[in-house]
């Protein structure tokens, strides 16, 4: 028994340090899973237990140059309901289909919908979710969100653009400066249990949003509304289409005004014109809103006409094949190779200098201008005024140019060239590179965006476009504007005149293609003061009836233009 | 201290009450009480009407009948229950058997209960056999003397058991209760025969077989059987974070996130319904969540030194069977507080198994104090000349 005894102590002693040791392995074990893989597990727990909800940034306003403001936000609310939270579905029912006017069946179907969180209805008014949130009903949750807001509605729609249902930019300059407007979106973290329900005690995490920087933009507000009633003016005398006004900067590129009426109202952009059929499918729909969200200066290509003569005279100029003291004699008509090519004068101008031709736009002698100069070397010059590359205008959408391939062009493809027929470019593609042409020779890159600016107003980006320099000679653009004066105050663009002010000007009327439809498009690019150039602008009537021709329907309205605006700019007057 | 004031006492009586043991045993009951609370008071206001205490008045109810039963057994000697061994052992036969009854309870998609009619009370058969078994282990090692030293009184002293541990594995679809009477066996063997070989080779081909099970697991990629998919959840438990690795990950979720410090008493989120069983075999996690490293070194010092103070008295013992029978409440107590943690920590694969004292249980607290109750009534009869 003694023996027994000792054996029985060693045994249980061995026992208790065996079992010890396996609580000090644990021990370790509980070590390691608490001291070294504590962040990996505390970061994975707090995944599970947080509930996220997004705060929307404010999104950044858009200014026009003097700080008007173009694009707002107004406050709205989001009301949803937790399901889990919810303590008297009847009364949230009823109180919710009374304050927004929904159908109860709508609202009883997604109260008593089992989910995390139900969106009833999103764009309430502040005042209407205020009042909801004076109930304080368990589990009706009230939001307050941005929605966008344009205090000018239709103004300048083509260009602003507008934004979709997450605030997101869609088209014009809301989806192009997307990354300077939107800021950084927020987010309330939640507390909540394996249920979803909120823990009361541990509060709420939040993720300020971070709004986005306004967006300070060449526009003018003033010019761009009085463009915008002498475009719809135009419109209705002319019974026109549509109507374009851009009004530029030709020293600098900033774009003051760009309207294309019609324009649409900005805050109810998904509205379908009065008189659309109804009943049209998703694609139909989809089709008629892209075109009227359209902007036709930028996105539309037509063939310029005469007003293109600016570019071949400045190209002759340059290349010596012309000066402004060269003389032709105009028939009516010119032969090339087999065709014969009217001149719009039947009779013919007859003996005339290359100012006067000009001024008479007279087509045979640009034809011949043209000719001179040759295929390649006339291509190398529309190429370097840069007319092939897309002007780089801070707009989604710009349309590229459609021209002849230079293997392509023979003589007859030049002579029209040279007219500015066969071949197509953009509104503000025509207007660039008359610019570049007028303002010494400086290629500039027609914008709107100038600068980014916090909410403060300080500015946090200033926006630069590159500008090429020496795409004509400044002696060719002296002569050029000199030319062009005489056009306005002498020539086919007498009505672009304005009394006291020195302007130049050229006029255009082009037949569209089919040839013989009898559907014409009305233009004038005009610029002042002609010696120093400081706004150019050009005006196009798409299928004026009546009277069709540029001089006569295109230019009143530049002059109308500038009459109001130069004065408006601070641009002095010119004593004569 | 405790060797000091035993031999003053002597000098007054005759009896010997070991406080500290009783003091260990109070101080994890009373923990118990208060991480229960803390554990189930969120679970138990949604689903008990608001009733943040439901689970804690239970426990605590359980626990004030297993004090009476733990101070009445204490007082009578313990010799006096030789007589029942056999019948324990039928017993806890029968009352396996009694789940199977209309009386059974199933809860958990298994059968481990049966409700006693009359009082309402619930009883774990698996813990009658548990209790039973180191009764009737103790009083056969004693009957054989030096015929446990062979091979055959080995065999004889596994075999005992056995039928039972099949039982409560089949019957109650209990396997962890199961593992824990041989166990229980196993350790109340090696104790009484004075070989070591027998052993070692025991424990190595135990190893060696859990590893040909683990390794055949892994073969079936989480296809096979509940338990086969068990181990793979352990091997991996964010694998199998949707099915049978979720307990395990979201215990760990807890340990981890409780760190050094803890986010202190009643901070948890983890029970606030993510973790399945908070309050029961998974308290030792919210612990750890609560309370931090700190906390559960606390819980796990106290198990050890309960474990030591029953040493003592198992080494003091006046004759055999008394040793025996605190080496058998040894080994329940440690071998289920050992597997407990190792499962809450992921060390080996989950299985259910509580923690002694703390985890929420009634039977499994009653027969846990009236076995201490054994080993006090075991340490009145320790002698001075034997100290």
């Known amino acids: ?576 | 201290m405790a060797g000091k004031s035993r031999r003053r006492r002597k000098e007054q009586t005759e009896y010997f009450f070991d406080y500290s043991l009783l003091f260990i045993v109070l101080f994890l009951l009373g923990f118990g009480l208060v991480m229960i609370y803390s554990a189930s008071s969120y679970s138990a206001v949604v689903d008990y009407d608001g009733d943040a205490g439901h689970f804690m008045k239970r426990q605590l109810l359980a626990i004030i009948i297993g004090l009476v039963m733990m101070i009445i057994v204490a007082n009578i000697d313990y010799h006096f229950w030789e007589r029942f061994a056999v019948l324990g052992y039928i017993v806890s036969a029968g009352a396996i058997l009694m789940v199977l009854t209309p009386l059974g309870i199933e809860s958990h998609k298994a059968r481990r209960w049966f409700r006693i009619p009359g009082i309402g009370l619930q009883v774990q058969p698996a813990e009658i056999a548990k209790l039973c078994m180191i009764l009737l282990l103790a009083v056969m090692v004693c009957k054989m003397g030096k015929g446990i030293r062979s091979m055959k009184g080995f065999l004889i002293m596994v075999c005992i058991p056995a039928p039972i541990a099949v039982m409560i594995w089949q019957i109650t679809d209990n396997l962890s209760s199961a593992l824990i009477v041989m166990a229980i066996a196993i350790l109340m063997v090696f104790v009484a025969s004075p070989d070591y070989k027998k052993f070692v080779i025991m424990a190595l081909i135990v190893i060696a077989v859990a590893a040909i099970v683990v390794f055949y697991a892994m073969q079936t990629e989480g296809q096979g059987s509940f338990r086969l998919r068990r181990i793979n959840a352990w091997l991996n438990p964010e694998s199998q974070s949707q099915d049978t690795g979720f307990q395990t990950l979201q215990g760990l979720y807890a340990i981890g996130s409780g760190g050094i410090w803890g986010k202190g008493l009643g901070q948890s989120m983890q029970k606030l319904k993510f973790l399945p069983e908070s309050q029961n075999d998974m308290i030792f996690s919210i612990i750890c969540e609560e309370l931090g490293l700190f906390g559960a070194i606390a819980v796990i010092v106290m198990f050890i030194m309960l474990i030591w103070r029953m040493m003592v008295i198992a080494n003091n013992a006046s004759d055999l069977f008394g040793a025996m029978l605190v080496v058998g409440v040894i080994g329940h107590i440690a071998v289920q507080a050992i597997l407990n943690i190792a499962v809450v920590t992921n060390t080996i694969p989950n299985t259910g198994i509580s923690l002694p004292f703390i985890s929420y249980g009634g039977s499994s607290v009653m027969f846990l104090l009236v076995e201490i109750g054994l080993v006090l009534s075991v340490a009145k009869r320790i002698q001075l000349r034997e100290m």
């Open chain 1, 1 to 576: 028994m003694e023996q027994n005894r000792i054996f029985h102590r060693r045994k249980i002693m061995t026992l208790f340090f065996l079992l010890t040791a396996a609580f000090l392995f644990l021990f370790g074990r509980l070590v390691y899973l608490m001291v070294w893989r504590a962040d990996y597990y505390s970061t994975l727990a707090t995944q599970l237990h947080e509930r996220e909800r997004d705060i929307k940034a404010a999104r950044g306003r858009i200014l026009d140059r003097n700080g008007t403001v173009l694009a707002d936000n107004k406050t709205v609310c989001t009301i949803s309901v937790i399901y889990n939270q919810i303590e008297d579905p009847e009364s949230v029912i009823q109180v919710l289909c009374d304050e927004l006017g929904m159908s109860e069946e709508s609202v009883r179907k997604k109260v008593e919908k089992y989910s995390a969180m139900e969106r009833i209805k999103s764009n309430v008014d502040k005042e209407i979710g205020d009042r909801i949130r004076e109930y304080d009903l368990p589990g009706v949750k009230v939001d307050e969100d941005y929605k966008r807001y344009y205090p000018y509605g239709e103004l300048a729609s083509k260009v602003l653009g507008f934004t979709g249902g997450d605030n997101q930019g869609i088209v014009g300059l809301e989806v192009k400066y997307e990354e300077v407007l939107k800021g950084e979106a927020g987010s309330i973290l939640t507390v909540t249990d394996a249920a979803g329900i909120e823990v009361e005690r541990m509060g709420e995490r939040r993720l300020e949003p971070v709004p986005g920087y306004d967006l300070r933009v060449s526009l003018d507000r003033n010019i761009q509304t009085y463009a915008t009633q002498l475009a719809y003016q135009a419109m209705e005398t002319k019974e026109a289409d549509s109507v374009s006004i851009l009004v530029m900067n030709p020293q600098n590129g900033e774009i003051y005004a760009c309207v294309n009426v019609p324009e649409f109202d900005l805050n109810q952009p998904y509205e379908l014109p009065e008189g659309t059929q109804e009943g049209l499918s998703t694609e139909e729909r989809q089709d008629i809103l892209n075109n009227i969200w359209r902007n036709g200066c930028i996105s539309d290509t037509y063939e310029p006409g005469s007003t293109f003569k600016i570019i071949t005279a400045a190209a002759g100029l340059e290349s010596g094949a012309v000066t402004p003291e060269s003389t032709f004699s105009c028939p009516g008509f010119i032969v090339v190779d087999d065709r014969k090519i009217r001149c719009h004068k039947v009779g013919g101008h007859g003996s005339e200098d290359f100012v006067h031709a000009t001024m008479n736009s007279c087509n045979p002698v640009f034809i011949t201008v043209g000719l001179r100069m040759g295929v390649e070397q006339y291509y190398s010059y529309f190429e370097n005024f840069g007319l092939k590359k897309k002007t780089g205008v801070d707009l989604p959408g710009e349309a590229g140019t459609i021209m002849h391939k230079m293997e392509d062009m023979g003589n007859v493809e030049l002579a029209t060239v040279s007219f500015g027929q066969s071949f197509q470019i953009t509104p503000i593609q025509l207007l660039t590179t008359a610019s570049s042409i007028v303002n010494g020779g400086r290629r500039i890159t027609p914008h709107l965006g100038m600068e980014a600016l916090d909410s403060e107003g300080n500015v946090v980006e200033t926006f630069t476009y590159p500008v090429e320099e020496g795409i004509v000679s400044e002696e060719t653009s002296a002569t050029m504007r000199e030319i062009l004066e005489m056009v306005v105050s002498e020539g086919g663009g007498k009505n672009g005149q304005v009394e006291g002010y020195r302007v130049g000007g050229k006029t255009a009327t082009s037949q569209t293609l089919p040839r013989g439809s009898g559907r014409y498009i009305a233009s004038f690019v005009g610029f002042a003061p002609a010696d120093d150039p400081q706004v150019i602008a050009i005006a196009i009537i798409n299928n004026p009836q009546g009277v069709y021709y540029g001089g006569q329907v295109s230019a009143p309205i530049v002059r109308q233009l500038f009459e109001n605006i130069l004065p408006y700019l601070g641009i002095m007057e010119y004593n004569q």
